[in-house]
Every structure is written in C-alpha cells, then in structure tokens.
C-alpha cells in the first residue's frame, strides 16, 4: 500500500517519491543507480528521524488520526486468535462505531472492546467515523458484564473522535451511557487494561477508558475536548488548533508524567501506519506485560487499587482549615 | 388627607404610595413572560416568576441556603483549591481566569458542599456555582464532591447534588476528563453503602456533568424547562445539518423519552427530596412543616 503522507511530511513524501521514480528506472538504466537509491533512502530515513525526533502535539494528533494507522479490527486479527465478533446492546440496536467480542490472547479467553473506523468513504459512514451512540456504549456494558460473569480479563482500544452528537444520541441517553459505563467499569469484578490506539476524544473515549492499566501508543493522543473544539470555543478559531492541542497536554509523554496513564508503547519510526507489523509485536509485549502484572494481584486488592488510582486523579492545594 | 385622596380606591393608594419608596433597580423583567417583577417578590419566591413559573438560575450558596432547614449547614472541603497544573493560557491566563472568577462570585471554585439538615433529616448536599467558569468540573469539583460523598457515608447520610454546568474545564486538559471518572466512581461507594443519591439537574446541565454523576442518580429530578444534554445544541446543529425540534434537550423532552424519573418545581424540592430520602432509608415519614 502506498503510503499517505501527512502536511509536515512533505519533505519526506518527496525523497521517497524520487526513490520510487529511480527504482522503476533501474530495469533500463545503463548505468547502475543502486547507490543513489541507497543514499536517498538513507537520507529519507535520517529526515524521518529528526522530524518524528520532535513532533508537536498538532502532529501527534495529525498521526494519531492518520487514515493509515491500525484500527480497532486490526490489533484484534493481529494480536489476538479466534475472535467471535458479539453484536448489538438487546434493547435498540447494533452500533458499528464500537466492536467487541470474545477472543483469545496468548491462548487465554477475553473480551476485546474498541472503537472501530472505517478505512474507505463507505466504511467510513458505516462506523459513523468511529463516533459511537448510546448503543454502542450499552454494547460495550454488555460484553464487560459477560466478562465479569465468565471471569474473562478485559482489552479495550481507544480510538474515536468522541461520542456522536446527534438527535437520536441525545433521545436515547448518550450522556446515561456514557456515566453507567464510568460506574459500572469502577467495581467490575474482572481486570480491565484498556490502550489509546489513536484519538482518545473526551468522554466517547474515558467511557470504554476506566481500568487497572491505561496505555497510550507513542503517537497516540488523549483529550478532554478535540484541540479544534478547544480552539473555536475559547480562542474563537478552529485555525488555533495547533495552539490549543499544545495547550491541553494531549500526548502520551505529558499525560504520563501527570501521572494519568502508565505505560506508553513505542511506535515505528514515522508512526504506526509506516510498519504495522513492529507496532504489533510492540503492543502485544505492552498487553502481556499489564496483563501479567494486574494477574498477580488479588482480585480485591485489584479493585482496591483501581478505586484508589481513580481517587488520585486530580490536582490541587489544600489551604489549612 | 386632601378630598382628592379621600376618593382614590385603596388599592390604587397603595400602589402610589409605595412607589415614592421604591428606589430604582429593584424591578427586574421575567425573561420568559416579560412580566415587570418586584426584585423582593423574586427573592421571596427562590428566583421563580409569580406569573409564569420560569426558573432562573440562583447560585449555589444561595440553592443549599433554600434547601437546608436555618442554619443548619456547614461547608465540607471549601478548603480544596484549583491550581494551573498545565500553566493553560489561551486569551487568558487559567490563573487569571480562576482570580476573576473567585472575585465575581466570591467563590474558590463552582462547587459549593455543605452538610445540614432538611426537616430535620442530615443530609449531605452539593451545588454549582454556574458564574464560576460555567459551573465547569476541573480537579477541585471532583475532590469536593468525592469528599461530600465520603462525609455522606461517614455520617450515613444521602447525598444530594444540584447541578448546573457547561461540562469539563477544558483548561484542565485531561485532569477534568478523569473527574468524570472520579465522581462516578465515588458514587459506587455511597451505593454499596445504600445511602440515596439524588441527582438535581438545572438549566443547564451538560457535557461532562451530564454524562457522569449528574445522570447516575437514584432519582434523578429536573427543574422545570433546564436544558440537559451530553452535546451542546449549537454543535448538533452544525453536526446533523437539520433544525432540532421543539424543546430539544429540555427537561420535559427527557422527562418524555425516560432519561429522568420527575420534575419538581423549585418551590417543591426540599419536600420532595426529604419524601424520597426518608423512604429509601425505611424512616418514618416526615411531619413537613
């Protein structure tokens, strides 16, 4: 597949856009081109370095959202085996934008949970851009409820621009299904490690988002509002977005050292997208790792300290009573 | 008197005469019905119009002031204060923000939590403060009412909460995302205790508020016409391209589609409350006065 370069990249696209041209002149050239080929490839590989070296935020959710990068789907066929896709919340309807299902990781039987989006103009309406309604967060609830009955550790994989604000959303009680999920995710009897994949947008994301371990991909982002959103309501410009992504500490680096996620798993150089089969191998050492490490607690003393991380969460002073 | 006086009915006499001592200011116009209303008649009446029953907003020191019986509250965590933990600065400074807010409204933070009683029963009760930052739920509302709901299972007590909010303090990045989280999670402590929660919603309830405590009441009650919803009805709009229908996101719109067991009048809450509390908690009914 070809890759799809983004704005910042274009210094990139271009290096790589020669390379191809001289490799398919190579057949006739009388002269051997191997080493300029070599060299620019060289080239394109230390550009890549120092951009990726130090992205801004506005490019990390520019990466974070590529429309290349692994979705929910793909970690699933990847990293896990015997995946029986499970449908619909029993009262409404099945909403694509979340997936989920039984499956088995390193052998062991789970639940995977995700958000879904879709890679072409179809798929992309049909998951609704990966934007869930009040049924797919029902789903969700579902599959976690049958995770705790069957003592079935929980995955979830964050990835959507947030939860859909639509007519029928509101009609049907998104905010409801968002908070139920927040209460019942707190006490569920059963681990639940939950990783952002790409866009944790606000509280469509934290809904399938509370658990014993929170991982974020390299590139990956996590917000309380989209950097375009933020912009718009308070510097009264979508164009500030790069400002205001800057501004509300949306990457794995900063959100780890504010000590709201715990691990951040390394990406490929120039993303995700670029080497989808090192991102997996990556993810999956993550995933048995946290999974390893929440088994060896009690299932009580798990709950303990999930309940207690939950309380931590927050900063502030306190003046002397 | 003068025959002239002798001859006016009393009640046109009274009105002249009161005007004489009415200073300017104290009339304020009902936004609804656009009755003129004497500012004292407002105050007598916790800021609903005498003709047409439009709740306006009233701030929270004022709400748990309505709702407990005198004197009887005390304030639980006031003492938990916002910090920039992000250094947030878009046209203003967050710290900037957080000092002009604390002037207006003579608050620390849009959380105000008291325990006290109501006709006699303890309760543990909390309210929004909307003027500051638009009641928005940053790290120190989420400590404040994790702390109220502690003091209400230490004390074995329900736990009211009257929101009024535009959502997460986006100047908070993610640490206001995680309250949501946070508040929640509380609530399953006071559950696992069985002590009421019930969930007060005024105009207006949205975003993050809305779519954790503030919809994870045992009852959860609306005041009449508060706007309640998870999404803003500007960026529906703009999302969906289509006109919202009549009373969208109203509180008899949730009321119709089963997102709220009741809507209780101002004027009624405290009665109501004290009715439900004392039921869940198998106590004999209430002698309200």
Known sequence: ?321 | MSWFQKIIPPKIKRRAESRKVVPEGLWSKCPSCEAVLYTADLDNNMQVCPKCGHHNRIGARQRLALFFDEDTGSEIAGNVLPVDTLKFKDSKKYADRLEEATKETKETDALVVMEGKVENLPMVAAAFEFRFMGGSMGSVVGERFVRGVDAAIKGKRPFVCFSASGGARMQEGLLSLMQMAKTSAALTQLSAHRLPFISVLTDPTMGGVSASFATLGDVIIAEPNALIGFAGPRVIEQTVREKLPEGFQRAEFLLEHGAIDLIVDRRELRKTIVRLCTAMLRKPAPKIS
């Open chain 1, 1 to 321: 597949m070809k890759v799809t370069f983004l704005d910042f990249e274009q210094p990139i696209a271009e290096l790589e856009a020669k390379i191809e041209e001289l490799g398919t002149m190579q057949g006739d050239a009388s002269v051997d081109i191997s080493e300029e080929i070599a060299r620019l490839k060289k080239k394109s590989l230390t550009l890549t370095r120092q951009i990726y070296g130090k992205l801004n935020a506005w490019q990390v959710s520019q990466v974070a959202r590529h429309p290349q990068r692994p979705y929910t789907l793909d970690y699933i066929q990847n990293l896990f085996s015997g995946f029986e896709e499970l449908h619909g919340d029993r009262a409404f309807a099945d909403d694509p934008a979340i997936v989920g299902g039984i499956a088995r990781f390193e052998g062991e039987p789970v639940v995977v949970i995700g958000h879904q989006k879709g890679r072409d103009t179809k798929e992309r309406q049909y998951r609704n851009f990966g934007m869930p309604r009040p049924e797919g967060y029902r789903k969700a609830m579902r599959l976690m409820r049958l995770a705790e009955k069957f003592k079935l550790p929980i995955f979830t994989f964050i990835d959507t621009p947030g939860a859909y604000p639509g007519i029928g959303a509101e009609e049907r009680g998104q905010s409801e299904a968002i908070a139920r999920n927040l209460y019942v995710m707190a006490e569920l009897r059963t681990p639940i490690i939950c990783t952002v994949i790409g866009e944790g947008g606000s509280g469509g994301a934290l809904a399938i988002g509370v658990g014993d371990r929170v991982l974020m991909l390299q590139n990956s982002t996590y917000s309380v509002i989209s950097p375009e959103g933020c912009a718009s309501i308070l510097w009264k410009s979508a164009d500030k977005a790069s400002i205001a992504a800057e501004a509300l500490g949306i990457t794995a680096p900063r959100l780890k050292s504010l000590g709201l996620i715990d691990a951040i798993v390394n990406e490929p150089l120039g993303g995700a997208h670029r080497d989808p089969e090192t991102m997996y191998e990556n993810l999956r050492e993550a995933l048995e790792d946290a999974l390893r490490e929440v088994r060896e607690r009690p299932l009580n003393a798990l709950l303990n300290d999930r309940y207690a991380r939950l309380m931590g969460y927050g900063k502030f002073k306190e003046a002397k009573a």
